[in-house]
């Protein structure tokens, strides 16, 4: 190191002086100005400059060679200030290095900051604590030029051992490091509320591992490379393809977290799930306006595209106690189901503000939820029926190789009277119309765990008449089949 040759720079001196005559170099210069002990060895306070010229030594001396407190000054500007033993750089002094603009006060030994110092490095930050041979190693604690710091064991100048770590963004690990990486066991606390606890590799979990996410799920289980392995990825409502009730009956749904391989994320647990209903949207091409509901003008939405092969419109779902969708029962309003945002994966805009009800929602246990005593409430408020009439004409139900055409379909208005010349104005009900819905389950947790939502997952839900015995009927939307009059449906509109 260059503390070692610059206190070996007295061998440059001539080895034989007079007795009470300072050194003159070659120039004729003053090389040494001080007092001179027995044997012309300098002793006491002197200036030495070296005959290299780069550097320039004043302080104490003893016996011809640096002893006591000192200043070293180097041609470039840098310099040490301090203590000196025997010609050596040893003892306490400060160190200033005009190359990178560092300056370290502490320890020396033999010219290198080695013992416990601090180290402020013109980049930004210090470092207090223990070095050796003028690297960090042991006990430390380095603040970076960002303000984040670290307390904890250095090897080689790097974090190695059991050390914590407070981020710039609020995060807080404390654990392991191996050559400045958080790797074996470690606890990291972030500044959302989120934790985890478990194994590191190359400073991302790896290996097994407890999330706690401030949303509220919390994985258990195996991580690789910074994710959960058994993850959940989609959302499966268990059950036939298409669920068969009987009007105003109840159900209960099973829904499941499964990963990708189609096994339940048993690791996972709260996740929260939204239940929402829709009821099947119907355009018929001779009237753009038809369909199972009218709706109200302040009430239009946009429609809700299906995995099966059609669309649909939001509708409300009530609990059993309640005879429609009350705050106290009602699991969604028809309001609350306006369309999702750009951007979600279901594809579907966004719903205009929450749902009134808590009993829409469920966390997660183990990846699984189930949903009881669901029913589909009586229509809302804006909502009109149109229904068709039954046994004369199935629309849009018949057998496959069966030609209905030139038939006309005759609509009829609700049990209780029905009317042949049209729509039927729909009177007050006290449940679902027979007909075709849909369930959806939608993952509202929030913020979204590790910034993912699961995609909407749909089932397809027939209600069917009391005592009818039969399947309910759906419009055709074969434009030969429908032969509407718009002039005729306007009456009804």
């Known amino acids: 190191m260059a503390f070692a040759s610059e206190a070996r720079a007295t061998s440059c001196m001539p080895r034989r002086e007079l007795s009470g005559r300072p050194p003159r170099d070659g120039n004729s210069r003053l090389p040494y100005r001080a007092s ?17 010229s780069f550097f320039r030594y004043e302080g104490e001396w003893r016996g011809g060679k640096k002893h006591g407190r000192g200043k070293l000054l180097f041609k470039d500007g840098s310099y040490y200030e301090g203590d000196f033993v025997d010609g ?25 900051p080695q013992g416990h110092g601090i180290m402020k490095y013109q980049a930004g930050g210090h470092y207090e604590g223990e070095l050796f041979r003028g690297l960090r190693e042991g006990h430390g604690c380095l603040v970076d030029a960002d303000g984040q710091v670290y307390w904890g064991s250095f090897h080689d100048n790097k974090r190695h051992g059991q050390g ?15 050559q400045d990486q958080r790797q074996g066991h470690g606890m990291l606390r ?29 994985y258990r289980g195996m991580w690789i490379n910074g994710h959960p392995m058994a993850q959940a990825t989609r959302i499966a409502i268990l059950g036939p393809e298409v669920m068969d009730i009987v009007q105003g009956s109840s159900l209960t749904l099973t829904i499941q977290l499964q990963q990708d391989n189609g096994e339940v994320a048993t690791s996972e647990d709260g996740r929260e799930l939204e239940i929402s209903a829709g009821v099947r949207y119907v355009q018929l091409p001779a009237y753009s306006e038809v369909s199972f509901f009218r709706v109200d003008d302040g009430l239009r939405q946009t429609p809700i595209q299906t995995p099966f092969g059609f669309q649909c419109i939001s509708y409300p779902l009530s609990s059993p106690e309640s005879e429609g969708p009350e705050p106290r029962a009602a699991l969604e309003s028809a309001s609350a189901h306006s369309p999702l945002p750009e951007g979600d994966p279901s594809g579907l805009p966004a719903r205009k503000h929450e749902p ?31 229904l068709f009439q039954e046994g004369l004409h199935e629309v849009g139900s018949r057998p496959r190789g069966q030609d209905h055409r030139g038939t006309t379909p005759i609509a009829q208005g609700p049990p209780g009277g029905s009317r042949l010349d049209g729509a039927a104005k729909a009177e007050p009900a006290a449940e679902a119309f027979p007909g075709e819905y849909v369930i959806m389950i939608r993952d509202v947790t929030t913020p979204p765990f590790l910034g993912h939502t699961l995609s909407m997952a749909f089932k397809h839900l027939r209600v069917l008449a009391r005592g009818a015995g039969q399947q309910p009927h759906v419009p055709s939307e074969d434009p030969e089949a429908l032969s509407w009059r718009g002039a005729q449906d306007s009456r009804h509109w």
């Not at 002094?93 to 290198?112: A, K």
């Open 356 to 386: 009134s009800c808590p009993g829409s929602r469920r966390r997660a246990e183990r990846g699984c939820v189930q949903f009881s005593d669901v029913r589909l409430g009586p229509p809302p408020p804006g909502y009109h029926a149109i």
């Open 36 to 52: 001179v002990g027995k044997g012309g060895r300098r002793t006491g306070y002197g200036i030495y400059v070296y005959p290299n």
């Open 88 to 112: 050596e750089i040893t003892g306490e002094g400060c160190r200033h290095w005009t190359l990178t603009g560092n300056t370290y006060t502490g320890q020396f030994v033999l010219g290198e």
């Open 164 to 178: 914590r770590m407070v981020f710039r963004n609020g995060d807080e690990y404390e654990g392991n490091w191996v």
């Open 190 to 218: 972030l500044a959302d509320g989120s934790t985890y606890e478990g194994q590191w590799h190359s400073g991302v979990f790896s290996g097994q591992g407890s999330m706690a996410h401030c949303s509220g799920v919390i």
